[in-house]
Structure formats: structure tokens, C-alpha cells
């Protein structure tokens, strides 16, 4: 299968000789380094138990305890992933072997992915275009949802609640498998309310704003998702259609969305779980195709896709600037098609392993509203790989990988629908963006090396990447409310090219692992939306463009096993960015992540079951490396706790999972969060429940 033909290329980090814990995820000793011979990059794999045990508010909050991996979250229902301090198109997200494409270039939304309809996920850290092509240069999340049963009929249910927006939901799956043909239905709804912060005002460019029951107004949402898939898997062939639907409406905090707020006749006040004005939705259904044939050391594979990505954003129609109040609250509205077709196979030979493979990719989006951010436009990539690793003794492997990459992007035209004056007795319509056309091409590479000697691992990955310029990034002429600045793009940028060294040194022993995965990172065209001291129609101008820049830091993890029942963890990240040339020459990146550090204990017992408790604390550092005119924001820490409970009832399994963050209700700010800006700080005390059966 695809995900497994690409996934073995991969490296993961260290464990115990014995059972290795990364937060509540146990491997044996000998899998875990049977697979590190194999791959020569940095990885973590979490299982269902670890969601179960971590469920946030969406998926990439449950993500977020992995060194490394943060989560870019707007309100409490939205959140980007970001890993290595690498966020949006920077990193790829792939559902069973195929990239999950959206709007991922919008900050105000998240990932159009059911958390609980995944078994399993694994991310890479670091620079991964050898294999998944432009979007891969910071990072790839790996979801797998398309686990085979092994029963005629199997399911489990799932009840789920969050006290910091008052969230309930509840999720549903039953899957079987008969003869050779299997089955798997899923089903999760999710409601949420206005989320809580720990203060009662917030500031708006120097105007304070009161709010209500310490609720962020109008940040309600819900959730929808849905999935059918049929398979059979024969001896040699294996086969799989899967079709989902993820709905998501949610809306944008009214206080942040403008000072006209203030004027509106709607009542934001009268209830916590409605969606007023300014709100958005967004749908996404994905149909994946997957086909498989094997036989004495050959393995082909087929992965077919269509998904198609639907996204409104609603305001009140008031005028801006020179615009007229508009007809009508469709302020922008986004439909994008994607048609995938990839196909790999894979020789395997003694100790040789020749993997090849082809990648490409079909997009189109066109937009409408009255607003406008980004112009519409059509993209075509195909890529193709070829990657070979050679076992040259049981303790020594070495790899390496050579791809290229073409890339069409076509903007179309867009003027303004109302006039703007240009003189004293003339006004035109502002034309905002221009037809154009631009190719782009690629050459990227990889070498790697891994080394095992008793209980020391290791390893070692150089290599190039590269990130073509989204049309967001060379088109963009307009304001962004949600985030209250002005973008503009810029036609000419160059494709990003990365260069980038990993490392890993791992000891592991019976009672204890460690490890330490340090990076240097360098960009001779790094993009990015640079803060200027300009204003435009009374919002901040942000502007893309390049610069030299490079990159470094580390993630570090140790496990320790105490005692039969005690065990601990530590875990840290640490990254440094400098831009070397360029109008902001010597200083970091906008929203440059600071160093943070996570200590924990638990206590695991048998009494009806298995059942843990235990304790965290996370320290995140203060961030004053900033782009002026940004702002500096102080280190803060919170206390966590959790209790687990696993016991059999019969033929089922009750799975209690329960989790408190920031217990201390400590006020603090995310140097990452856009809302920051406007003095909102993080949520405040939350616990969070998980009820689940299997059976």
C-alpha cells in the first residue's frame, strides 16, 4: 500500500530496549529498532489510544504534546499544525497515502479532518519533497484510516466533552470484514459554545472592549463528518474506495472582525451557542481510490483521488473605504477542486530496496463575494522519484534519493467591483490582481545513514527541498478582518529552496530512553509576509517577500521507568531563525516560535482494569526575538493533570479518558496566535473528557 510504501522511508525516535512510552504510545524494543534501520529521517507515531488519551479541541491540539509539533489555533474549534516553527503549505498533510488539500493558506480554519476516524498517525519532522512534493519542506502529517478489520463486525462509540466552550460530541464506527471484503462506516458530530478566556476585556487598537461571562463572542461552532469504505483484500491484490464529508461552521470573534462591531444591531450577548455574523463554513468531501498488488518481492500501487474544498466567509455589509455597502453577507467564498494520481513500486532484492514512484496533481479554484483576498486560479504538478537503500551489514544502513518536479500556476484577473478615484474627475475600477501564467521546475535530493552499536542508535539525513509560491503568495491584494491586517503578494517570487541537515542520537536501556534530534536549517529564498510600518483603510500591510534565512534547534525526549508503577518524561524543543539579508537583515521570522519544555509523572495500577494518573507542567520560554513592529511576549507555565481508566466488560471495553489543562487558570498569550494581537490571552482552565466502548 502507498502509505506504507512511503512511510517506511521514513525515521522515527528512540525507545526503551523494552517497551519505549511517548505519551501513553508503547512499542517493543526490537520493532522499534528494526524500523530505525530503515529510515534515516526524524518521525513519531502516535496510536488511537494516544488520541483517545489526548483528545483537544481539534486534531492538531491533540497532536501538540510531540516534541516539535505545535498547533496555530483561532478561537477553540480552528487550529493549523505547525511543526519545526513551519506552518500552512509548508507542511503536508496526507490522509491514507493521498495530500489532503483545502485552503490551507487560511489561518481562521483548520484541518477538514475527523480526529476520531483515524487509527493511527505519524509525523515527519523536517524537509520530506523527496517523496510528497512542494508542500512537504517543513514537515508531513501521515493519518491512516483505512485499517483493515479482522472481525465480521466490530465498532466502538465515543462521548466527548470540553468545559472551556461547553463542547459536546459524539463519534461512531463499525467496521467488518467477510471473506475477503470488508466494510467501515464512521459518524462524528461535535457542538461547541463561545470558548472562555481568563480576563474580562480585551484591547482593540487602544479601545478597551468588555466581555461578556469572560467568553470570546461569536467563536461557537459545530462539527460534521462522515465516511463510508468498501475494500477487499485478496492474497495479492488489495483494493479500497473510501468516500467522506467534513462539514465544519463556526463563528469569527466579533470583536476581532472590526471596530464596526460596535455599531451592529445583533445581540452577540444572548446566547453562547448561536453563530451570528461574522461567521464561515466549510466543506470537504474527498473520494480515495487505492490499489495494491504484490508478489515476491515487487509491490505496485495506485492511489486515485478527487476532493473538492467549499468555504464561505459571512459579514454584515458595511462599507469600506471607497467600497459601497454591499448587496447581500457573502463576503468570499472559495471552491477548489483537486484530482490526485499517484503510483509507486517497490523492488526489493538481498539487502537492496529500489522504490520509484509518480506524483501529480490538478487544481482549480474560483472565488466570488464581495470581498477579495486572492485571485482565482488553476495549478498543475507532476513529480517523479526514485529512492534506493542499501543494508551494507545488520548495524549499518545508507540511502539515498533523487526527484524532480514541474509546476504550471495560472492567476486570473480580478478588478473591484466599485470604483476607486484616481484624480479629481476620474475614477476607475482598481484592477487587483493581473492574468498570469508562471512554470516552475525542481531538482531535490536526499542521502541518509543510520547506525546501530548495542544500545546507541545513530542516525543522519542532508539533503534538498524546495516549495513552489502558492497563488495566495503572488497574488494576494486585500484585507484580512480575521486577522486585522492588510496582504499583498508579489508575482515575482522564486520557488523556496531548503538545505537541511538531521540528525539523531538515541541510547536506550531497559529502565530509561534518551534522545535528541538536532537540525540546521538553510533558506537561500525564504518566503514570508513581512509586518511593514504602513497602513492600508486603517489595517497594518503585510507584503511577501524573500529573504536568505537559516534555521536551527533541536527536540530532545527522555523516558524514565522508575518503578513497576512510576514512570516520567521530559520532553523540549528549542529554534533559532536569523534572516540574513533582506530590509529586516539580522532579525528572526514573524511568529517565530520560543523554546518550550513539558516535565511529567504518572502512576499506573491494576485495580478493575488499567488505570493511571498523572501530573505536567509546560514551560514555554519568553519570545523577544521579534520583526519589528511586532511585539514581544512573555514565557508563561501551566499545571496539567490526567486519569486513564481501561477495563474489560465482556466482549466490550470501556475506555475512560480524562485530561485538565492549565488548572491554574493562568493568564498568558501564544506568541503563534494571531489574536495576541488584540490582547486576547489562551483559554483558560479546561477539562476534558473522553467516554468511549469497543466492542
Not at 426 to 441: L, M
Not at 644 to 651: F, S, Y
Request: charged fraction near 20%; proline fraction near 4%.
Amino acid at each position: 500500500m502507498l502509505q506504507i510504501f512511503l512511510a517506511a522511508t521514513l525515521c522515527a525516535s528512540a525507545a526503551i530496549d523494552s517497551v519505549h512510552t511517548l505519551h501513553d504510545v508503547s512499542v517493543t524494543g526490537n520493532a522499534w529498532r528494526d524500523r530505525q534501520m530503515r529510515t534515516s529521517q526524524s518521525v513519531e507515531q502516535v496510536d488511537r489510544n494516544f488520541i483517545d488519551r489526548n483528545a483537544g479541541g481539534s486534531l492538531m491540539q491533540t497532536l501538540e504534546g510531540i516534541p516539535g509539533v505545535k498547533a496555530m489555533t483561532i478561537g477553540s474549534g480552528q487550529s493549523k499544525p505547525m511543526i519545526r516553527g513551519m506552518a500552512f503549505n509548508r507542511v503536508a498533510v496526507t490522509e491514507d497515502g493521498i495530500k489532503h488539500d483545502g485552503q490551507q493558506w487560511g489561518e481562521d480554519h483548520g484541518l477538514e479532518v475527523d480526529q476520531f476516524a483515524i487509527d493511527r498517525a505519524e509525523v515527519v519532522k523536517g524537509p520530506a519533497a523527496l517523496l510528497y512534493g512542494s508542500d512537504a519542506i517543513g514537515g508531513v502529517i501521515n493519518l491512516f484510516t483505512n485499517h483493515v478489520p479482522l472481525r465480521e463486525f466490530e465498532g466502538s462509540v465515543r462521548l466527548v466533552g470540553r468545559s472551556v466552550n461547553d463542547q459536546l460530541g459524539a463519534s461512531a464506527k463499525v467496521q467488518g470484514r467477510h471473506g475477503r471484503f470488508f466494510y467501515r462506516l464512521n459518524y462524528t458530530h461535535i457542538d461547541y459554545a463561545d470558548a472562555k478566556v481568563p480576563t474580562d476585556s480585551i484591547q482593540y487598537y487602544s479601545y478597551y472592549i468588555r466581555l461578556h461571562d469572560r467568553r470570546l463572542r461569536n467563536t461557537a461552532g459545530r462539527e460534521r463528518n462522515g465516511g463510508v469504505m468498501l475494500g477487499y483484500a485478496g492474497y495479492n491484490f488489495h483494493a479500497d474506495l473510501r468516500v467522506s464529508d467534513n462539514y465544519a461552521a463556526s463563528g469569527f470573534f466579533a470583536n476581532a472582525h472590526g471596530l464596526e462591531v460596535r455599531l451592529s444591531d445583533i445581540n452577540y450577548d444572548r446566547s453562547a451557542r448561536d453563530i451570528d455574523l461574522p461567521r464561515q463554513s466549510v466543506n470537504h468531501l474527498k473520494v480515495l481510490s487505492h490499489l495494491a498488488w504484490h508478489k515476491s518481492g515487487f509491490v505496485a500501487d495506485v492511489n486515485l483521488a478527487y476532493q473538492n474544498n467549499l468555504r464561505e466567509e459571512h459579514s454584515e455589509p458595511i462599507a469600506h473605504g471607497y467600497m459601497p455597502t454591499p448587496d447581500g453577507t457573502l463576503e468570499r467564498r472559495f471552491n477548489k477542486s483537486t484530482w490526485t494520481a499517484n503510483a509507486g513500486a517497490r523492488f526489493t532484492l538481498d539487502d537492496n530496496e529500489l522504490r520509484i514512484g509518480i506524483n501529480s496533481e490538478w487544481q482549480r479554484n474560483r472565488r466570488s463575494g464581495w470581498g477579495f483576498i486572492i485571485p482565482d486560479f488553476e495549478t498543475f504538478s507532476i513529480g517523479t522519484y526514485a529512492f534506493d537503500r542499501w543494508s551494507l551489514t545488520g548495524n549499518l544502513a545508507v540511502n539515498a534519493g533523487l526527484r524532480y518536479d514541474f509546476n504550471r500556476t495560472q492567476i486570473g484577473s480580478y478588478s473591484d467591483w466599485f470604483k476607486t478615484p484616481v484624480s479629481a474627475d476620474d475614477s476607475v475600477f482598481k484592477q487587483r490582481s493581473e492574468a498570469t501564467s508562471r512554470n516552475f521546475h525542481s531538482v531535490t535530493w536526499a542521502v541518509g545513514m543510520n547506525y546501530a552499536s548495542g544500545d546507541w542508535l545513530f542516525k543522519a539525513n542532508v539533503g534538498k527541498s524546495f516549495r513552489v509560491p502558492i497563488p495566495k503568495e503572488l497574488g494576494a491584494d486585500g484585507i484580512n478582518y480575521h486577522i486585522f491586517r492588510y496582504e499583498q503578494g508579489n508575482i515575482g517570487l522564486d520557488p523556496e529552496r531548503s538545505y537541511q541537515l538531521d540528525l539523531c542520537v538515541a541510547l536506550t536501556r531497559p529502565m530509561f530512553s534518551v534522545h535528541i534530534n538536532p537540525f540546521v536549517n538553510y533558506f537561500p529564498n525564504y518566503i514570508y509576509l513581512n509586518p511593514t510600518s504602513r497602513y492600508v483603510e486603517g489595517l497594518q500591510l503585510y507584503q511577501y517577500t524573500q529573504a536568505e534565512v537559516l534555521r536551527y534547534g533541536f527536540e530532545a525526549q527522555a523516558d524514565f521507568r522508575i518503578t513497576e508503577h512510576w514512570k516520567a518524561d521530559f520532553a523540549a524543543d528549542y529554534l533559532y531563525s536569523e534572516q540574513l539579508s533582506g530590509d529586516k537583515k539580522g532579525y528572526t521570522l514573524p511568529f517565530s516560535v520560543p523554546w518550550s519544555m513539558n516535565i511529567g509523572g504518572e502512576y499506573g495500577f491494576e485495580w478493575r482494569g488499567t488505570n493511571s494518573i498523572g501530573l505536567n507542567i509546560r514551560v514555554v520560554g519568553t519570545q523577544d526575538e521579534i520583526v519589528p513592529p511586532e511585539k514581544p511576549t512573555d514565557g508563561h507555565w501551566t499545571l496539567g493533570a490526567s486519569a486513564n481508566k481501561e477495563m474489560p466488560l465482556g466482549k466490550t471495553t470501556l475506555k475512560v479518558a480524562f485530561h485538565a489543562d492549565n488548572l491554574l487558570n493562568r493568564r498568558y498569550y501564544d506568541h503563534t496566535s494571531y489574536y495576541r494581537l488584540i490582547d486576547v490571552p489562551e483559554p483558560g482552565r479546561n477539562f476534558s473528557l473522553l467516554v468511549g466502548l469497543e466492542f
